[in-house]
């Protein structure tokens, strides 16, 4: 998290590679009176400049939760929001990049090459809280929600597909969050991508319906 100085919010996903160690604190003079503090060795995994996610959307959305504390951080216990980061820091390890939340009436570019591990494609961190706005998290494939599958745990997990995958236009572009993206469950998301070509939403129903 980048706190202290604009724009604030998640900027970087990583993993913990050991368990908690007690270090001297990381302020000398603290240090100096024999004041420790609990250290976790992690790798990082994804970096940015700009945040993924930003803190107003984080405190808007779970403002019960304190996303800036004065110490060396806390234990998240908000089940939605562990879902939701969890599944941000999936997309973004995969390449596939989360979107958020967008303004009516603008414009947002998407597509710009960047380089971390792989080439991936820039995705606008707002448009895809624009797009369940609008269609809500029910899945336009299987049209089933994830909580009536798995229950309270699948509350408000869900995927938003591009109906012109990024790769594929190679260039940026201005996307439309309401008529470019698609809710759709991470299975249902896995099959439209499976194989050579990207099947389209309405293909992949019309599969369901006939089965």
């Known amino acids: 998290m980048r706190l202290g100085q604009e ?3 998640i900027v970087g996903v990583g993993m913990s590679i050991g368990a908690v160690e007690v270090r001297p604190h990381w302020d000398q003079n603290r240090a100096k009176q024999d004041n420790t ?3 976790v060795p992690w790798r990082v995994e994804y970096l940015q400049e700009t945040p993924f996610i930003e803190l107003q959307d984080l405190t808007l959305k779970w403002s019960q939760m304190d996303w800036t504390p004065q110490s060396s951080g806390v234990e998240i216990k908000i089940p939605e929001a562990i879902t ?5 820091g999936l997309a973004l390890r995969t390449g596939s990049r989360m979107a958020e939340e967008v303004n009516p009436g603008m414009a947002y570019a998407e597509g710009a090459v ?3 591990t792989v080439n991936g494609y820039e995705r606008d961190p707002k448009a895809r809280r624009k797009c369940l706005n609008h269609y809500g998290s029910r899945c336009q494939a299987c049209e089933k929600t994830m909580a ?3 229950g ?3 509350e408000g997990m869900i995927h938003v597909h591009h109906r012109m995958p990024l790769h594929a236009i190679g260039r940026a572009y201005q996307v ?3 008529h470019d993206l698609v809710p759709v469950c991470p299975n249902c998301h896995a099959i439209l991508h499976r194989g050579g070509t ?3 939403v309405e293909q992949l129903r019309e599969m369901l319906t006939a089965r």
């Open 84 to 88: 939701f980061l969890v599944e941000a």
């Open 198 to 200: 990207v099947l389209t």
């Open 7 to 9: 724009p604030k919010g």
């Open 176 to 178: 439309d969050p309401i």
């Open 152 to 154: 309270p745990i699948g």
């Open 148 to 150: 009536e599958i798995y």
């Open 37 to 39: 503090t609990n250290n």
């Open 114 to 116: 960047t380089t971390v």
